[in-house]
């Protein structure tokens, strides 16, 4: 079954810094690969989102992640953290249709970022 | 455009009690979705709608979660009896394509606490 792996459950950061959330997959084949960010007591909201194409996807509140196929990676980066990016980050994936595609989200668990001023 | 819509937000029973939620999606969007989001954990789909047919339920544990959506527009979850461990957050979700890659849109979610 499709998995998703976030590498740190908290990540902490100072304000004007350069975030890295990581996320890795469980695929040979390429899966649809998407971002969400959840701030307290919210739903989830899309921040960006790769189906086809190029592999470096830019998203909402200047954040972008890049698919690496080799490296079974879809990490989110934005160059310099402000104090309302404090939130949760979910990494989520479409099963590809090959391996009985499915319009399910399957989530990693979520990453915690701070940002400290 | 008004987006997805849950009520109510936050709901506190004891176990064995049954509680019910309800979602009403983005105007136009046929696909709904239930997932439920314990504490630390990334939403885990429930149950999948295609206007008013299911069309993916095979994590709804059968015995005590119900849902239904027949008018194709609103739905509803039901949880009767409530077990301790189905604390979580229910969020309801839509989208306005069938297909893989569809954005789907959330709403904030109902947290329940069973006691």
């Known amino acids: 079954a499709q998995s998703v792996t976030q590498l740190g459950s908290h990540v902490s950061v100072s304000e004007g810094a350069l975030v890295l959330l990581r996320c890795n997959y469980s695929s040979s084949v390429p899966p649809y690969l998407f971002w969400y960010v959840q701030y307290p007591n919210q739903g989830l909201q899309l921040l960006l989102k790769y189906t086809t194409g190029a592999t470096l996807v830019k998203g909402i509140n200047g954040f972008e992640a890049e698919f690496k196929k080799s490296e079974t990676s879809f990490h989110l980066t934005k160059p310099s953290a402000h104090m309302s990016d404090a939130a949760e980050y979910f990494c989520a994936v479409n099963p590809p249709l090959s391996q009985g595609g499915s319009e399910k989200l399957v989530f990693g668990k979520g990453t915690k970022l701070t940002v400290n001023p | 455009e008004a987006g997805v819509a849950q009520s109510p937000r936050y709901k506190i029973i004891e176990k064995r009690q049954s509680v019910a939620f309800w979602c009403n999606p983005i105007?136009?969007?046929?696909?709904l979705y239930w997932y439920q989001q314990i504490l630390g954990q990334g939403p885990k789909l429930l149950i999948q709608?295609?206007?008013?047919?299911?069309?993916?339920d095979s994590q709804l544990p059968k015995d005590r979660f119900s849902a239904e959506r027949l008018k194709g527009v609103d739905s509803t979850l039901k949880i009767q009896p409530a077990k301790l461990e189905d604390s979580a957050v229910y969020l309801c979700?839509?989208?306005?394509?069938?297909?893989?890659?569809?954005?789907?849109?959330f709403g904030p979610g109902t947290r329940l606490l069973v006691l």
């Open positions: 709608f295609q206007n008013n047919g299911v069309v993916d």
């Open positions: 979700a839509s989208s306005s394509l069938t297909g893989v890659g569809e954005t789907q849109y």
């Open positions: 105007s136009g969007h046929a696909t």
